[in-house]
């Protein structure tokens, strides 16, 4: 394995400090925060996490350069769909409802401004309900056909390039949502609650996006490569 920025040696609490943003990551392989001293392997196995698929998806996030054909040999794909489903049940359960409520809270129901706040709930009850399929059909399709393939069944009609040409930026839909709370909604004086809700949406469509490119670029080429080995033993 080629060197990469984090370690099995490198200290959890090291690693957070280096790059905040992966604390998502990290409760997405089910690893609760009070590591102590922990090293990455350390914390790995009290977890029951395989530390070289952990490793290899947090390298990835934070360097952006890992190569797939590399990571093939040794990464579990059972712990990256476990990864993949947490960050779908984060996203659908608590996050998203979570912002909606708050949106409720920030854009009040005055007359003045209750043609705002239908119009602001409609595009983010859309949204949802896009994001909501979007991961339903990975966790309903997607997964299981990975599984099977993982136990030695090559579908012949389905491929994950199929998911590939039809998987979106559910991200951008939020983009659009916050630049119009940005740009047209009339405040009078200063709404910390709204600015609540931006930073909110700032942050998840960042998430998303992020969550994107593990699937697209990290997750789909291991994918293919699997089943190049497959068709070529058949």
């Not at 630049?179 to 998303?208: A, M, R, S, T």
Request: charged residues 25%; contains cysteine; negative net charge.
């Amino acid at each position: 394995m080629s060197h990469h920025k984090f370690t099995e040696r490198t200290r959890m609490s090291e690693l957070i400090a280096e790059d905040a943003s992966l604390l998502s990551t990290i409760s997405r392989f089910n690893i609760s925060l009070g590591f102590g001293a922990q090293t990455v392997n350390d914390a790995c196995k009290a977890s029951g996490v395989d530390c070289k698929t952990f490793l290899a998806v947090v390298n990835f996030l934070s360097e952006g350069n890992i190569e797939p054909s590399e990571a093939l040999e040794y990464i579990s794909i059972e712990t990256v769909v476990n990864y993949l489903k947490n960050a779908h049940s984060y996203f659908l359960e608590y996050k998203l409802p979570s912002i909606r409520n708050r949106l409720l809270e920030a854009v009040d129901s005055s007359e003045q401004s209750m043609p705002y706040r239908v119009i602001f709930m409609k595009f983010f009850d859309e949204y949802f309900a896009e994001v909501r399929k979007h991961m339903d059909y990975e966790d309903k399709t997607v997964f299981p056909y990975v599984i099977e393939l993982l136990n030695g069944k090559l579908h012949e009609k389905y491929r994950i390039a199929v998911f590939e040409e039809h998987h979106t930026d559910v991200d951008s839909k939020l983009a659009e949502l916050k630049n119009i709370l940005i740009k047209y909604y009339p405040v009078q004086g200063v709404n910390y609650k709204l600015n609540d809700v931006l930073f909110d949406l700032l942050w998840c469509e960042k998430d998303l996006a992020t969550h994107n490119q593990v699937e697209d670029f990290f997750f789909v080429p291991v994918i293919e490569a699997i089943e190049q080995k497959m068709s070529m033993r058949q």
